[in-house]
């Protein structure tokens, strides 16, 4: 995930914040850059942690 923030930056971009459908557990490396994180669903609500 953080390779898809840092190309964006790279390429000028203006990151307002990382959404995902399904959280895998990049939300505090993400959060930690200062950005804000948002995920529709986590492993455990769809059966599979």
Do not use: H, K, N
């Not at 990049?26 to 529709?40: N, T």
């Amino acid at each position: 995930m953080l390779t898809a923030v840092d190309a964006l930056i790279e390429a000028g971009a203006s990151i307002a914040g990382v959404a995902v459908i399904v959280d895998r557990g990049a939300g505090p490396a993400i959060e930690q850059r200062g950005l804000p994180y948002r995920a529709a669903y986590t492993l455990a609500d769809l059966g599979l942690e």
